[in-house]
């Protein structure tokens, strides 16, 4: 089964569209005209006791009609090493962002979006295998690293997803001086960070592991209350000593352009600048937004 990414729709044999936003629900509807589409209808709150079951069936029912799609049955031990590989995964992510907490002038966040992006389409095992050799590689380095420089211009990033090639607000940060040493991206940290922990290695509960970390574990804006959202960005500022947050609200995605003006009255209330950029994946604007960037970096500064 070919995954749909960045790869024609030729490629693949299925899509899987999870339910998190008006524009996801036509999406499925779009494709379904052109190859089996499947939708996740993704809880839109974290009640532990009704919603967590309901999420549970769903992913069940994916597993059920991937394994019938393929031809390979999802089975206790193959669920199994792949949450051994995927947790192997997180562990070499976590040692690298640990690193990164340590040394944020160590890395850009480009190159640090570079290493998280290409776990979309690498292998697991290769990648895994990648990022340890990355981390031997720039240990030396940091040891030996000087302090930042006085105009050093740490920022977190936040908000709708950047992914490549469409790196426009990225670029625009990092060619202007700063550095992007943290995010709370869907594409981005979030998405390794935290791994499957599994109490029962059981069929049903490995699933029950695996339904529970994309339960708890997530801060998307789709759920009706984002507060877990909003802490982790206040810690990400804290842990990496961010001078100020830039949020990239991706024009047409509701769910982060509503949720800016919440996160601005907290991040005003802890004394954080803020910098929220409407945009989209086109270069149209990129001038308008170079403006933008450079004036609150300065002001940073």
Same mark, same amino acid.
């Given at each position: 089964?070919?995954?749909? #990414?960045?790869?024609?729709?030729?490629?693949?044999?299925?899509?899987?569209?999870?339910?998190?936003?008006d524009?996801?629900t036509?999406?499925?509807?779009?494709?379904?005209?052109?190859l089996?589409?499947?939708?996740?209808?993704?809880? #839109?709150?974290?009640?532990y006791?009704?919603?967590?079951?309901?999420?549970?069936?769903?992913?069940?029912?994916?597993a059920?009609?991937?394994?019938?799609?393929?031809?390979?049955?999802?089975?206790?031990?193959s669920?199994r090493?792949?949450?051994?590989?995927?947790?192997?995964?997180a562990e070499?992510?976590?040692?690298?962002?640990?690193?990164?907490?340590?040394?944020?002038?160590?890395?850009?966040?480009r190159?640090?979006?570079l290493v998280?992006?290409?776990s979309f389409?690498d292998?697991?095992?290769?990648?895994?295998?990648?990022?340890?050799?990355?981390?031997?590689?720039?240990e030396?380095?940091?040891?030996?690293r000087p302090?930042?420089?006085?105009?050093?211009?740490?920022?977190v990033?936040t908000?709708?997803?950047?992914?490549w090639?469409?790196?426009?607000l990225?670029?625009?940060?990092?060619?202007h001086?700063a550095?992007?040493v943290?995010?709370t991206?869907?594409?981005?940290?979030?998405?390794?960070?935290?791994?499957?922990?599994?109490?029962?290695?059981?069929?049903d509960g490995?699933?029950?592991?695996?339904?529970?970390?994309?339960?708890?574990a997530s801060?998307?804006p789709?759920?009706?209350?984002s507060?877990?959202?909003?802490?982790?960005?206040l810690?990400?500022?804290?842990?990496f000593?961010?001078?100020?947050?830039?949020?990239?609200n991706?024009?047409?995605?509701?769910?982060f352009d509503?949720?800016?003006?919440?996160?601005r009255?907290?991040?005003?209330?802890?004394?954080?600048?803020?910098?929220?950029?409407?945009?989209d994946?086109?270069?149209?604007d990129?001038?308008?937004v170079?403006?933008?960037?450079?004036?609150?970096?300065?002001m940073?500064?």
């Amino acid at each position: 089964m070919a995954v749909c #990414g960045l790869e024609p729709l030729s490629l693949c044999s299925a899509a899987v569209v999870p339910l998190c936003c008006d524009a996801k629900t036509k999406l499925a509807q779009t494709l379904n005209d052109y190859l089996p589409t499947w939708v996740v209808d993704l809880p #839109g709150r974290r009640d532990y006791d009704r919603d967590l079951a309901d999420w549970r069936r769903e992913v069940s029912e994916l597993a059920d009609r991937l394994g019938r799609h393929t031809g390979h049955p999802i089975t206790r031990q193959s669920l199994r090493q792949s949450v051994e590989l995927y947790h192997a995964r997180a562990e070499a992510f976590r040692a690298l962002y640990n690193l990164r907490k340590a040394y944020p002038h160590l890395l850009t966040g480009r190159d640090a979006f570079l290493v998280t992006e290409a776990s979309f389409s690498d292998d697991p095992a290769r990648w895994t295998d990648h990022v340890w050799k990355l981390i031997r590689e720039l240990e030396p380095r940091a040891k030996d690293r000087p302090a930042p420089p006085q105009d050093f211009v740490p920022v977190v990033l936040t908000g709708a997803p950047i992914l490549w090639p469409s790196w426009k607000l990225a670029n625009v940060i990092e060619d202007h001086g700063a550095t992007i040493v943290a995010d709370t991206l869907c594409s981005g940290t979030q998405r390794l960070f935290d791994p499957v922990q599994v109490d029962e290695p059981t069929l049903d509960g490995m699933f029950r592991a695996l339904a529970l970390r994309y339960f708890s574990a997530s801060i998307c804006p789709s759920f009706a209350d984002s507060s877990d959202r909003i802490d982790r960005l206040l810690e990400l500022c804290a842990d990496f000593k961010a001078r100020g947050v830039i949020s990239h609200n991706l024009r047409l995605c509701m769910l982060f352009d509503m949720e800016s003006a919440r996160v601005r009255q907290v991040l005003r209330r802890k004394e954080i600048p803020l910098l929220a950029v409407q945009t989209d994946y086109g270069q149209e604007d990129v001038e308008q937004v170079k403006t933008r960037v450079e004036a609150f970096l300065e002001m940073l500064r």
